[in-house]
């Protein structure tokens, strides 16, 4: 079936509009996802598990009026990450070999939320093993390859889920974020990634429920559709004890408004991480061009300087608890770098962890004195151009060496250990082609602030990953500056 380019290039709230008003029919977009994914996942491996006739019979009870009365989506198609279930469908957990059998007899909430708002869902979008990872790639399905050179990776953990936005797949995919895993991946393929505030969109009942690392959110191709996602997915759920309030429409209200930042703040590099120069160039002239929209941008942050010693110990308490099991469950079933960091964190002396708990809070508290004069802090999303896809790790940059296989995504990373909402939004292209995208940071639960900044930041740089991208193959070496040993 040829693929109707014309309904893949609708915004997620162009189509929802049409689907409202019956001038288009579920059945046309569940009919256009499949033609698209079948003509471009042998090029990129976005979404390994698909549940196409699941999806088909929801738009046909869609289009009969039988589900969606007075909706968000109304029968808008979208992918899941699979680390999270949909009943009836494979759940791998990110392509774990232990359990590539198994399937899902329940959704998690997000998932009820969303096709509860209308959400079909088309198929599970590819993840490493358990999110561990900020490249997506595993030993079941293999690697998630970037559209704009299918050489190099679509980072992680949300790789899948960005790609099959940005390809036209589906019009919304869902994705999870504790260090990177929504927003990087959103940069590398040029489309809009949010990392909500912890507790914003309600979580299942597994893993570390007080845990405010590890969050769920929305990736779309435009700040509204983002909106608009986030507005479908959040929910007062009493089985997550960290979850919010929801006041029905807040954040397409809040895009739509566009109340804007009064003073933002830029750093480079967080005082963290290396930063490729051209990269750090694209993202400062990104940030000066808020003072188009009238607002005062500084070169101020606030001290965040601890960042990767702080992460490595409350990631590792965590990751210990939650993982440890596993691996003595399953012994080498379970990838390297699970390994890794549950011995990291097994060698830790208790007063480590209590170090890492009073120094978090003093980065918070010099955060939370950052936001009393300023708005917004903003800062690259990455720090180099995507790399090979089959690295499952970065060494060096420019010569500077990094001690975890995770320390290139520390200028994400530490934003996690705040609270705040981040959002990823497309900023650019770097000489070689590559996307580059902005870092917009709020205050804790300011995703109404955050994305009516983010709308005015793309109505002056044009919403660059509106349209779906056609899978490009190499484009050449890699002369990007990193290293990969492993």
């Not at 595993?138 to 690697?143: E, P, S, T, V």
């Not at 379970?334 to 003093?362: C, F, K, N």
Request: charge should be negative; glycine fraction near 10%.
């Amino acid at each position: 079936m040829p693929v109707d380019k014309s309904l893949l290039s609708l915004t997620a709230a162009e189509a929802a509009a049409r689907l409202k008003s019956r001038d288009l029919s579920s059945m046309e977009l569940v009919e256009a996802s499949i033609a698209r994914i079948e003509a471009v996942e042998p090029q990129v491996n976005a979404m390994p598990i698909t549940c196409f006739e699941r999806a088909r019979e929801q738009a046909r009870r869609y289009d009969a009026g039988q589900l969606g009365a007075g909706s968000l989506l109304a029968g808008l198609p979208m992918s899941v990450k699979d680390l999270d279930e949909v009943a009836g469908v494979r759940h791998t957990n990110g392509g774990s070999v232990v359990f590539k059998d198994y399937v899902a007899t329940t959704s998690s909430p997000m998932v009820e939320m969303l096709e509860g708002n209308g959400a079909i869902t088309m198929g599970k979008s590819n993840s490493p093993e358990f999110g561990f990872n900020a490249n997506t790639i595993n030993d079941l399905f293999g690697a998630t390859r970037n559209p704009y050179d299918t050489s190099r990776t679509a980072a992680g953990s949300s790789g899948g889920a960005a790609v099959s936005v940005a390809t036209g797949e589906v019009w919304l995919a869902t994705g999870s974020d504790l260090g990177s895993s929504i927003r990087l991946p959103a940069a590398y393929s040029s489309v809009v990634g949010l990392r909500p505030s912890p507790g914003r969109v309600p979580r299942a009942r597994k893993g570390m429920p007080f845990s405010t690392l590890a969050v769920l959110g929305p990736i779309a191709r435009t700040v509204g559709d983002t909106a608009l996602m986030l507005d479908a997915m959040v929910g007062d759920y009493p089985a997550d004890p960290l979850s919010l309030p929801v006041i029905p429409g807040q954040f397409v209200r809040a895009a739509a408004e566009r109340k804007a930042p009064r003073r933002i703040g830029f750093s480079p590099d967080l005082g963290v991480t290396p930063v490729d120069p051209e990269i750090a160039a694209i993202v400062g002239a990104g940030a000066l061009r808020f003072r188009e929209a009238g607002v005062a941008v500084e070169f101020e942050a606030p001290d965040l300087s601890n960042g990767v010693e702080v992460f490595h110990a409350i990631r590792g308490v965590n990751h210990l608890a939650n993982m440890g099991p596993l691996c003595e469950q399953y012994g080498d079933r379970m990838i390297p770098e699970i390994h890794y960091s549950v011995d990291r964190a097994a060698q830790l002396p208790i007063t480590r962890y209590a170090w890492g708990e009073r120094e978090r809070a003093q980065m918070f508290l010099r955060t939370m004195t950052f936001f009393d004069s300023f708005d917004l802090l903003v800062c690259p999303t990455g720090i180099m151009e995507p790399f090979p896809a089959e690295w499952r790790r970065v060494d060096t940059l420019h010569g500077h060496e990094f001690d975890a296989y995770i320390d290139w995504i520390a200028i994400t990373y530490t934003i996690s250990l705040l609270g705040c909402p981040s959002i990823s939004v497309p900023c650019g292209f770097n000489r070689n082609g590559f996307p580059v995208g902005i870092q917009l940071v709020g205050r804790p639960r300011g995703e109404a602030d955050l994305l009516a900044a983010a709308q005015i930041f793309e109505d002056i740089t044009g919403a660059l990953g509106r349209t779906p991208v056609d899978p490009k193959g190499p484009q050449g070496p890699y002369q990007g500056g990193a290293t990969c040993t492993a």
